[in-house]
């Protein structure tokens, strides 16, 4: 097979594999316990929650464009 025909190169493929790990890490410092109907859980509102996690999921979106945008260097 050509490596012509790819879409990406190697380099592509692994940046767009750690900007997915950071993504899944911002969703999972997101996660955990919420409050229901009868206890209130005032961990929702932490900053992990609600500055951090979502900053991280940013990062690793905007990690994402550029190894879709990244050129391979010409030898």
Known sequence: MDKKNFAFGRMNYILLAIGMVVIIL???L???SG???TTFDADI???RRIKVAPV???AGFI???YGIM???KDK
């Open 35 to 37: 409050s229901n109907e």
């Open 63 to 65: 990690f994402m464009m």
């Open 56 to 58: 991280i999921c940013f």
């Open 30 to 32: 997101m996660s955990g």
């Open 26 to 28: 911002g969703l999972i």
């Open 45 to 47: 509102f932490s900053a």
């Open 70 to 72: 990244h050129k391979p």
